[in-house]
């Protein structure tokens, strides 16, 4: 429990100060010390509460048309990605997920800067890969993400619109794994412990990007994503 409470912990100070990175900590580290479902599940549950003051506290550069399309095109995507949680091998799974994690941070490390999107009928695309990552690890970020960099939305907007699409998709995610049968006792109680401790972390992150830039945070966040998503990798090859 401490293990767990302290990953969701950092995670989510992650989060609160640069917008994202809470399920793509979060979901690997806890995948080294509880099953992949029950770390699913969790990490949903929990990320209702952090969106939602996320959402609040940026909610001044919401794009209502971007966050609408991409969230339709989850809706899709989510029930994909739930079924392929419950009936595919673990160790698969793990494996494209280590994968998709190493991916993620290389380029957003490398951060190519001459790939630019102006249409924005991509966002059902990212937003339908999005609900399928979602469902399956409850990472939907990673496609939100290189789209809304390739889009250059400014960072009020990127806040905005990212944390309009985590909460109703960290929902539907949550309710696929009800239904699904993921959630247990144990996992209601460790998700009630968390939340206030989620919360707080939020504000922490929230207060961090005030001294320090939201680039070299970033650069932290998708370092240690790849060293995770090494981690989980090396350790399902292994095994």
């Not at 380029?107 to 630019?116: D, K, T």
């Not at 993400?145 to 909460?167: C, D, H, K, N, S």
């Not at 939201?214 to 998503?229: I, N, R």
Request: proline share 5%; aromatic share 8%; with cysteine.
């Amino acid at each position: 429990m401490v293990w767990i409470l302290l990953i969701l912990f950092v995670a989510a100070i992650l989060q609160g100060a640069v917008g994202f990175g809470f399920a793509l900590v979060a979901m690997p580290a806890l995948a080294l010390v509880m099953d992949a479902p029950s770390a699913a599940a969790l990490v949903a549950l929990t990320g209702i509460s952090l969106s939602t003051v996320m959402l609040l506290q940026n909610r001044k550069g919401l794009h209502m048309g971007e966050a609408a399309g991409l969230i339709v095109a989850a809706a899709a995507g989510v029930p994909i990605g739930v079924f392929l949680l419950a009936h595919a091998p673990r160790g698969p799974l793990l494996i494209a997920l280590g994968i998709i994690i190493i991916a993620f941070s290389v380029f957003s490390l490398a951060r190519p800067s001459a790939l630019e999107i102006k249409d924005r009928r991509w966002r059902f695309a990212a937003g339908f890969a999005g609900g399928i990552l979602g469902g399956a690890y409850n990472i939907p970020g990673p496609p939100i993400i290189f789209y809304g960099a390739m889009r250059r939305w400014p960072p009020e907007r990127f806040l905005a619109v990212t944390q309009a699409f985590f909460l109703p998709v960290a929902i539907m995610i949550a309710a696929g794994h009800a239904v699904a049968g993921f959630w247990s006792r144990e996992l209601l109680i460790t998700c009630a412990a968390s939340i206030p401790g989620v919360i707080i972390a939020s504000f922490i992150g929230r207060r961090i990007t005030a001294g320090i830039s939201a680039e070299a945070l970033s650069k932290a966040v998708y370092g240690l994503c790849l060293v995770l998503g090494l981690v989980i990798l090396t350790m399902n090859l292994g095994g």
